[in-house]
Each structure stands twice: as structure tokens, then as C-alpha cells.
């Protein structure tokens, strides 16, 4: 991910290459600007003059703002829905403790780029509901990696390399929760915790040791 730019800067966002296409021009600025300012300022306007291009263009290959967010999220932050889908489709020979060393760092990594853009929604009620209105036709949200963790963690369940009275949907909540809430405390104290890879290995194998056989 590119350096993020302060609030100053704004105005000065540009695009990678002039020569890019359209439509990465637009990621590239929406991604600047959602990662600086926020996603509630980060305007269509000012990601379309960002990007050097009409907000009429923007509109042309994104419905909505809420459209372009989530094409960040999926397009250019740390990839988690794939992996948590790929794992849930087929877990393969992995084992249980990599799997979940691979899916605890993945995370991290996401909340650690994504909380600066959604933080500021949260400061303004009815846009966080338009917002929300506005996703959930695109069966997207922060709900969604919960769900398919805990998916993939009743696969394992079934072919029995976790407890059998496990509880998929909480063991989910704990990873999730606590990577999200290592994201919250970089950004708010502004230091940087211990690495990912660190933190991955040791949240995993926590968990395992409460839900393993």
C-alpha cells in the first residue's frame, strides 16, 4: 500500500501513471484519499479530481461510493474474504495452526489498512446508515469475514481436527476480534505492536489450544 497522505495534501493526490486506465486511476486515488482523510471526506468529486477525470467518469465504473469502497477493500488492501473463501471451499493439507497463523496475519494486516478509512463513519449516525443500506445489496460489511471464518472453522469441525464441542462462531469472534482490536490500538497510540507474523503464530496457536483436539 502506497504511503498515506495527510489531510494537507489532498488536493494534490495523483494518480500513479496518467497513462493508467481509467478505472485504476480511480482505485488509485480512492485508495489515497480513504487512507488519509477518511472515507465520509473522501468525496466522489475529490477522488474523480484525484484521479484526473470527470466525477460523470467515476460513475461509469462505480455505481456508488459504497461500490468503490468495497472495490478497495477487495482490490487493495491485504487480501482476507479470498483466502477465508478459498480455505472454506477447500482447507486442503494444510494444517489447522497454519491455516489459522495465515488467516490471523491476513487480518491484521486487513484492519490495519482499512480502520483509518471506515473510522470517521462512525461520527456521523445517519451516514454510517446510509452507508450500511448501501452494501448490504452488494452482500458486503465487516460481517462477512466473521462468517466465513467461522464457515471454514465448521469445515474443520466435520473432518474432526478441531473439538467437537467447539464453537465456530465464537473461536471466529476471538481471532477476528483480536486483530481488529491490535489495528485499533496502532492507530490510536500511534506505535506499532509487535510484527504480524508474531502476532499471527501466537494468536493461532492460543486459539488452537482452546478449540484443538
Known sequence: MRQALTPTDRTNVTPSSPAAPTRTRILDAAEELMGSIGLVRATTKEIARAAG???????????????????????????????????????????????????????????????PIGASLFADPALLRRHRDGLRPMGAGPHQPLRELAAYLRTERAHGR????????????????????????????????????????????TLLAGIGR
Do not use: W
Open 162 to 205: 478441531i473439538h467437537p464441542d467447539a464453537n465456530p462462531d465464537a473461536a471466529a469472534a476471538l481471532l477476528l476480534g483480536a486483530c481488529f482490536q491490535r489495528a485499533f490500538l496502532r492507530h490510536f497510540l500511534g506505535e506499532a505492536p509487535e510484527p504480524a507474523d508474531a502476532f499471527a503464530t501466537a494468536l493461532a496457536r
Open 53 to 115: 477525470c470527470s466525477e460523470a467518469a467515476l460513475y461509469k465504473h462505480f455505481s456508488s461510493k459504497e461500490e468503490l469502497f468495497v472495490a478497495v477493500l477487495q482490490e487493495r488492501l491485504p487480501a482476507l474474504g479470498p483466502l477465508l473463501r478459498d480455505l472454506m471451499a477447500d482447507p486442503g493439507d494444510r494444517g489447522i495452526e497454519e491455516c489459522l497463523t495465515e488467516i490471523a496475519r491476513s487480518a491484521a494486516l486487513f484492519y490495519d489498512a482499512s480502520t
